[in-house]
């Protein structure tokens, strides 16, 4: 055994793929410090610079005073305090949603809300680019996964036609694609939905704090209602930790009565959550100064890739994926980035199939930092 995991170390790093954990001193506000020095971060995705925000941290530690720097027990045992019901109220009074549940992460919330909604009689249709936690959730329940290729209505229409049988259909998506930076089309699943009669599940860890007024997605769209259950992240955009899964109350509370991954864990912090309570509402009050600051930086951050005419993909997003043919010119690049002052993400198997650096952007990014970044990417790539 300890044999064959060196082998497939060895194996890894013939590949290219070897991954070591970056030497990250700490980080400040835009910048991330490696060895020292400071780096533009567009490798993280405290989108909005939410997680240094005088307003969330006094909020965290307030909390910290009030209840303790632990939840102690599950939420159904004695860790629910009155501060995580407020988190849920105003979460899901933000989203448009009759109910909300607050859980670990949202790594566990894709777990729970699959594992728990579905079984081996269940189908479950999901988008070839959906985040690896969806597939980890039907892995662990046992149903049939059924995958469209990404985007793709025409093949999702035909597994639709050609599943229709079955009793329990699911069908989830990402709205914003974590490695690709594009949108889902909610509106033509919706239509799909009426159709052919499934579960309609979407996962707006890239997209809240953002766009529809930091609603996401799904408000952007006016498709909410149509929506049977609205996850996403606090730990992006919103500057925290945890996730927030919005739905009407019967699915909340069979999900809190079922749910193995809500019901054997201890609830997150005290901290944790006074700080999404802040975030929330900064996000629904001041959407103007964060998220619609981040997407103007987009829009500049195009138009100047667009001017020195670099070749990019398309992205609807904050998130700008630069593709490379292999894995080692990707970490060359990445490399030159970071002696320039830029640290991107580098992308590889098993995060996605073709290699790419992954730029994502910040609210608190000035003309001046998006203009290096490009001028850095214009020089190396
Ligand atoms: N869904 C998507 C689309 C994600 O990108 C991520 C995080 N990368 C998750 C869920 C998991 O969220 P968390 O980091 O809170 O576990």
Do not use: W
């Not at 159904?76 to 109220?89: F, P, Q």
């Not at 799909?192 to 499934?198: A, D, G, S, V």
């Amino acid at each position: 055994m300890i044999a064959s995991i060196k082998d497939n170390l060895e194996d890894i790093k013939s590949k290219g793929l070897y991954r070591n954990l970056p030497p990250i001193a700490k980080s400040h506000t835009k910048y991330t410090i490696f060895n020292g020095e400071e780096k533009l971060n567009c490798a993280s995705n405290d989108y909005l610079g939410l997680s240094h925000n005088d307003q969330v941290k006094e909020a965290a530690a307030e909390a910290l005073r009030m209840y303790g720097n632990s939840s102690g027990s599950s939420r159904i045992v004695a860790g629910n305090y009155d501060l995580y019901d407020k988190l849920e109220y105003e979460t899901a009074k933000f989203k448009n949603y009759e109910s909300c549940l607050t859980v670990n992460t949202g790594y566990t919330a894709n777990l729970l809300i699959i594992s728990t909604l579905a079984d081996s009689r269940s189908i479950v249709f999901t988008d070839k680019l959906n985040h690896a936690s969806i597939y980890d959730g039907i892995k662990l329940c046992g149903a049939k996964m059924v995958r469209y290729k990404h985007n793709d209505m025409n093949h999702l229409e035909t597994l639709l036609k050609k599943y229709d049988k079955y009793p329990n259909k699911i069908l989830i998506t990402d709205t914003i694609f974590s490695m690709d930076g594009d949108k889902a089309r909610l509106k033509e699943i919706r239509k799909l939905k009426y159709k052919y009669n499934f579960l309609f599940v979407i996962d707006e860890a890239h997209a809240t704090g953002i766009f529809g007024e930091g609603r996401g997605i799904a408000h952007e769209e006016g498709v909410e209602k149509d929506i049977d259950i609205n996850m996403g992240t606090f730990s992006k955009a919103l500057g925290g930790f945890g996730a927030y899964i919005c739905a009407d109350k019967n699915i909340i509370k069979y999900l809190i009565n079922k749910g193995r991954s809500f019901i054997f864990t201890t609830s997150l912090p005290p901290s944790v959550i006074g700080g999404n309570v802040k975030s929330v509402e900064i996000v629904s009050k001041e959407h103007e100064k964060y998220g619609g600051r981040l997407l103007d930086n987009c829009r500049i951050f195009t138009n100047l890739l667009a001017t020195l005419n670099i070749d990019h993909e398309k992205s609807n997003s904050q998130i700008f994926p630069f593709f490379f043919k292999d894995n080692n010119s990707a970490l060359e690049v990445q490399k030159k980035l970071l002696d320039s002052g830029v640290y991107a993400l580098l992308a590889r198997r098993p995060s996605v199939t073709t290699p790419r650096l992954r730029i994502s952007l910040r609210a608190d990014f000035t003309n001046e930092d998006i203009v290096k970044i490009v001028k850095c990417l214009k020089k190396i790539i």
